[in-house]
């Protein structure tokens, strides 16, 4: 981990009048998994979409030195920041190829889409039994894998993750958080992870923040987190 490679500065932002973070500062370092903690509606998501130019925004991002705040959705992706949202969305009409190819609408580099189309089949080679299938016939599971698969097409340099948990099974939820890993790690993407089942979160990320009523409230290395009694009394289920 070296230096902090997305910070985030009383940030703001909100739904019309709705205004939903108050003045949210992190910061997340090169190559990091950073965990996004904290109780319905406290604005996780929001966050997220904040930092993939989704809703509009007040105070200051950075991307390695890159001021992102206030741009649109589809410059932010051209600058490297891939946003898998809750519910996955995927092009359910479209083949796991179509969807994957996709995910590169960036880029103009044939040879280097062809070669991570291959690269994301040796993360997830289910997609790969699957890539001339729609897309809406896939599970659950293998609907999040493509979301990401998607996204990975991007080659992100940031890859914001909301809830990929939800609705899976637990152990199909491990094996989608050993791949994230080993992305991580092979690649050094830096992921950004809004995760309910805080324990998934806190085992995959180095680092983690709890946000409530839209600040963050805590922040630390996922293993001082952990051992924090009030993290474990309104996350873990324990203590
Ligand atoms: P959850 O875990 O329940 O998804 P969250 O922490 O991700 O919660 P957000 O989804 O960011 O929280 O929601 C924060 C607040 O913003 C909530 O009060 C929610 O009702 C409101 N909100 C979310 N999306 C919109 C929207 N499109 N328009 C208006 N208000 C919204």
Redesign the pocket.
């Known amino acids: 981990m070296s230096g902090d490679f997305l910070t985030v500065t009383d940030l703001h932002a909100?739904?019309?009048d709705?205004r939903?973070l108050h003045g949210v500062d992190l910061a997340v370092g090169r190559g990091e998994i950073c965990a996004i903690l904290?109780?319905?509606?406290?604005?996780?998501?929001?966050?997220l979409r904040a930092l993939s130019g989704m809703v509009r925004v007040r105070g200051g991002v950075r991307l390695d030195g890159t001021a992102l705040a206030g741009r649109p959705p589809d410059a932010l992706a051209r600058l490297g920041v891939a946003h898998v949202p809750?519910g996955r969305g995927t092009f359910t009409p479209l083949t796991v190829e179509e969807n994957l190819r996709l995910g590169a609408f960036t880029r103009r580099d044939r040879d280097g889409i062809e070669a991570d189309l291959e690269r994301v089949c040796a993360y997830f080679p289910v997609l790969r039994a699957r890539l001339g299938q729609v897309a809406g016939s896939l599970s659950g599971g293998e609907q999040q894998m493509l979301a990401i698969g998607r996204a990975l097409m991007l080659r992100p340099r940031l890859l914001l993750l909301d809830?990929p948990s939800l609705g899976l099974a637990p152990l199909v939820t491990a094996e989608l958080f050993r791949i994230v890993r080993t992305v991580n790690e092979q690649e050094r993407t830096t992921v950004v992870v809004?995760e309910?089942n805080a324990h998934l979160a806190l085992d995959v990320a180095h680092r983690a923040h709890v946000?409530e009523s839209g600040r963050i409230v805590l922040s630390g290395s996922a293993a001082r987190l952990r051992a924090d009694e009030q993290v474990a009394r309104s996350y873990l289920g324990y203590r």
């Open positions: 909100g739904y019309g709705a939903v904290g109780p319905n509606g406290a604005g996780k998501t929001t966050l809750e809830e809004v309910q946000l």
